[in-house]
């Protein structure tokens, strides 16, 4: 019985304890007096909207606070068209502050743009820019047709191929087509005026920058000029073209006139008709004395071994061989060729009607067709130049 009296006391003290702990969440005690239990009640519920209070308010700040950040963000995407990610990252390293946000995000771009130069850029698009007697074209490379599509890149290719206009050909004095390397360009400064890219800068910072913004690798791969002689004009046209001076595929040539210019409109649509031609047949070559011996030779070797698996005799070869020669001029030899539109007539036969036209023998001076991205698989694999359709 004494045993049985000294753990009553211990479990008394327990199971009050134990009402206490869950009654406590109720915020009042119902071991407590009921004054005591009203006034703990009241509290918890000045409690309890302070508390909701302070909730709603640090709520409204929060969203507050995401509203101005989403404009922040939206504002510098306008700024620069960098990609989303990289702009929310520099804003947070800069603590929302814009303008340094901008100056980081510049940086961050030129370093990534220099970590994707080594990855193939086959797409991007030809700039034409022409002046009295003189056409440069420049091709400007980028890794999707989606970038070349954007009107940052189309600006840039624009702007470049104005500044080739410039570019002098010193080892060649004569009027003719020659080619440059980036390098010719890289070091010009030159103004940009575009609302997300402006100011005076080189070319290849220019570059560098566009990269950064399109998040690809962009590169000034080449660029031709041709120039015309006194008495003669220089004509283009480009195909696929999302606006004037753009294009995919780019045909030029130069018409000259012996006794001097009389017919200008006359001259130019019919250079524009050919340069369309030369896009379309894709020539090597103006004329046969300009068909190379290794070209001619290695054609005439396939065609021989094609006759001989008919089994005809020797003569019946040859002129088997002689007539598939023709055959091959008029796909390769611009003046051998019919005219694209209209069969019936040879590229010969337009000329000597426009130089009827014009009072004065016109002839074509030098031609070349060009397109995005030709060669350049096979360039990076043998690292040499590869050929570009034109007169020699």
């Not at 010193?170 to 020659?178: A, D, I």
């Not at 997300?196 to 000029?225: C, D, P």
Request: charged residues 25%.
């Amino acid at each position: 019985m004494a045993y049985l009296r000294n753990a009553k006391r211990p479990l008394e003290i327990l199971l009050h304890n134990t009402r206490l702990s869950s009654c406590g969440g109720h915020g009042f005690s119902t071991w407590a007096t009921k004054r005591t239990s009203f006034a703990h009640s009241s509290d918890t519920k000045v409690s309890k909207t302070a508390y909701f209070c302070w909730v709603s308010r640090r709520l409204s700040s929060q969203a507050s606070s995401s509203a101005e950040q989403i404009s922040l963000i939206k504002q510098l995407r306008e700024r620069t068209s960098a990609p989303i990610k990289d702009v929310k990252a520099s804003l947070v390293d800069c603590n929302w502050d814009i303008e340094a946000a901008q100056k980081d995000l510049r940086k961050r771009g030129k370093v990534l743009a220099m970590k994707k130069s080594s990855r193939t850029a086959s797409e991007g698009l030809l700039a034409l820019a022409q002046n009295e007697g003189k056409a440069a074209i420049v091709e400007l490379n980028c890794e999707t047709d989606f970038v070349a599509r954007n009107e940052i890149f189309e600006y840039l290719a624009l702007a470049l191929a104005k500044q080739a206009l410039l570019v002098e050909n010193s080892s060649q004095q004569v009027p003719g087509v020659f080619s440059f390397g980036p390098e010719c360009l890289e070091d010009l400064k030159f103004n940009l005026e575009h609302p997300k890219i402006s100011g005076e800068t080189t070319v290849q910072n220019a570059v560098t920058e566009v990269a950064a913004m399109m998040g690809e690798n962009v590169k000034l791969r080449r660029g031709f000029v041709m120039s015309s002689f006194p008495n003669g004009v220089v004509s283009a046209y480009l195909h696929r073209s999302p606006q004037p001076g753009l294009g995919r595929i780019a045909g030029i040539l130069s018409l000259e006139v012996e006794n001097g210019i009389s017919q200008l409109n006359a001259l130019q649509k019919v250079g524009s008709e050919l340069a369309m031609h030369i896009v379309a047949t894709k020539p090597l070559f103006l004329a046969k004395e300009f068909v190379t011996s290794d070209a001619l030779n290695n054609e005439r070797e396939i065609l021989r071994s094609q006759a001989e698996s008919t089994g005809k005799s020797q003569m019946a070869i040859e002129k088997m061989v002689e007539g598939r020669l023709r055959k091959y001029f008029e796909e390769v030899v611009l003046m051998e060729q019919k005219y694209f539109l209209n069969d019936s007539l040879s590229i010969k036969t337009i000329l000597d009607n426009l130089s009827k036209e014009v009072g004065s023998t016109v002839k074509i001076g030098n031609f070349f067709r060009m397109e995005v991205g030709e060669g350049i698989q096979r360039l990076e694999a043998s690292s040499t130049e590869e050929p570009v359709a034109q007169a020699v």
